[in-house]
């Protein structure tokens, strides 16, 4: 770059940040300067030529932002520094064709000519207008981890009576992702019944038979906590190409967009890209569509485009082929009585059966005794007594409320005082760490409070613990008073 270039925009730079608009207090005016840093940060200047200035940005987000709000002061600077009648060109980060077109007229009112930019082509695979949230893109193509467990693939995955006909679509789907008429597939069913490994089989499959698709697993919640963090830095349209990147979209519980309305407004427009490109698009839910609350009419409409698939809690026979399934890779072999006896013993969901199987294999290894009917209705007894100690919400507010000498009223209550605030954050904090509870479920125990309150205190408590003595002290004892 050129040295003489650099030294008039770093005056134009330090010329524009000390005439930043008189903030309230110097907080304010702090505040103020770190946006402003933070953009111009990635504004680099690559050429001036007869009073032409081109400035290298990130992606169109920029430029229009620039224009919209700095382009007065920036008008100011330029006169100041390089002189009258300065033109200014703006070179995209994009992988397009080159091409100009007429550049803004700058003045001193900020008005501008209705201006295009100079499009410079980036190596290939890499596009200045995508931001990855999972990962900072670089010069070379963006590699998207698809957080995929590969526990979780079809040679794992049991089929009976209860999921047989959302298994055979699903593996249909593997085959031909976008190209069949199950379109988003849309997986529902009760809580652990195996939704989430049958939608991650799919993206296991397809990244097997065609490794150039790019594949994204994510939940509800990440995919909402992304879309806050991309409007709270106006990154929308960054944030709606990533996901246009994607081929095979997989997103868990999607029944939390339920009265998200920006974020559902996001996602629409996500989904109607993916669909019309023949994109594939999975979602899971603990409802059908039409009993999700909340969501706009024509999200639940497009639920419904392709195929929505009940997945029922398994009965005893395919409880007993998960069970001798799950053994058998763990070189277990069980009589048929114990078989039984399990397969009759967890009845709600494939979780909890996988959750009774680790005990009796855990129990055995450490005991080193030889599996036995006996032994199985030991485990189940020892298993029965411990649930009725179990940490939940309810649980950890007691105890929250007679550490700190407040009442659950309070806890829940809408008050922003310290004595109550501290304890409401660190109960949400705790809830988090010691149950299986999602941001919403929390947020509505804790007495309607929004998942985004949830997600906050939660941060908040894990970074300050670490600075804070008082805090570390409170984390501490709670934690082993929760425990015991």
């Avoid at 209860?162 to 988003?184: C, D, L, M, Q």
């Avoid at 058998?328 to 059966?353: C, P, Q, Y």
Wanted: hydrophobic letters at 40%; a neutral charge.
């Amino acid at each position: 770059m050129d040295e003489n270039l650099m030294m008039i925009w770093q005056k134009c730079l330090q010329f524009m940040r000390d005439n930043l608009n008189a903030a309230e207090d110097n907080s304010d005016l702090k505040k103020l300067e770190k946006s402003f840093d933070l953009l111009f940060d990635k504004v680099q200047p690559i050429s001036l030529v007869d009073n032409n200035l081109t400035l290298m940005v990130p992606s169109d987000f920029y430029k229009e932002y620039i224009e919209d709000n700095y382009l007065s002061l920036l008008s100011a600077a330029l006169k100041k520094n390089i002189g009258k009648g300065v033109k200014l060109w703006y070179s995209v980060m994009e992988n397009k064709p080159s091409g100009l077109e007429k550049p803004v007229t700058m003045n001193m009112k900020g008005k501008t000519v209705p201006t295009p930019k100079v499009q410079e082509t980036m190596p290939q695979g890499f596009s200045g207008n995508i931001v990855n949230p999972f990962v900072v893109p670089g010069i070379k193509k963006v590699n998207i981890d698809s957080n995929l467990k590969a526990d979780f693939s079809f040679d794992n995955y049991v089929e009976g009576e209860s999921n047989k006909f959302a298994s055979t679509v699903a593996r249909s789907i593997a085959k031909r992702p976008g190209a069949t008429a199950f379109n988003p597939l849309f997986l529902y069913g009760g809580y652990g019944v195996g939704k989430t490994h049958l939608g991650q089989a799919v993206g296991l499959e397809v990244k097997s038979q065609f490794p150039d698709k790019v594949v994204l697993y994510l939940s509800s919640e990440k995919f909402i906590q992304q879309f806050i963090s991309a409007a709270k830095a106006h990154k929308q349209t960054e944030f709606a190409n990533f996901y246009q990147m994607v081929d095979v979209l997989i997103i868990d519980d999607i029944q939390f967009l339920s009265g998200k309305s920006a974020t559902q407004d996001s996602f629409f427009h996500i989904f109607d890209y993916l669909h019309q490109n023949g994109k594939q698009i999975i979602l899971t839910s603990d409802k059908a569509p039409v009993d999700i609350m909340d969501i706009q009419d024509r999200i639940v409409s497009r639920f419904k485009w392709g195929l929505s698939a009940e997945i029922k809690s398994p009965d005893l026979e395919t409880r007993k082929k998960i069970i001798e399934d799950k053994l058998s890779r763990d070189g277990i072999v069980l009589t048929d009585d114990m078989l039984e006896f399990l397969a009759a013993e967890a009845k709600t969901n494939v979780r909890e059966l996988i959750g009774v199987i680790n005990s009796v294999i855990a129990y055995s290894t450490i005991y080193k005794s030889d599996l036995s009917l006996e032994l199985l209705k030991e485990t189940i007894n020892k298993i029965a007594a411990n649930q009725k100690k179990i940490i939940n919400i309810p649980y950890i507010q007691e105890v929250v409320c007679d550490y700190f000498g407040i009442k659950r009223e309070q806890l829940l209550s809408k008050t922003r005082k310290r004595e109550i605030a501290l304890p409401r954050q660190l109960a949400m904090y705790f809830a988090k760490e010691f149950t299986n509870a999602t941001f919403t479920k929390i947020g509505e125990e804790m007495g309607g409070k929004d998942h985004s309150t949830v997600m906050y205190a939660c941060e908040t408590i894990k970074d300050v613990s670490k600075i804070d003595k008082e805090i570390k002290k409170y984390v501490k004892e709670l934690t082993e008073k929760i425990k015991h």
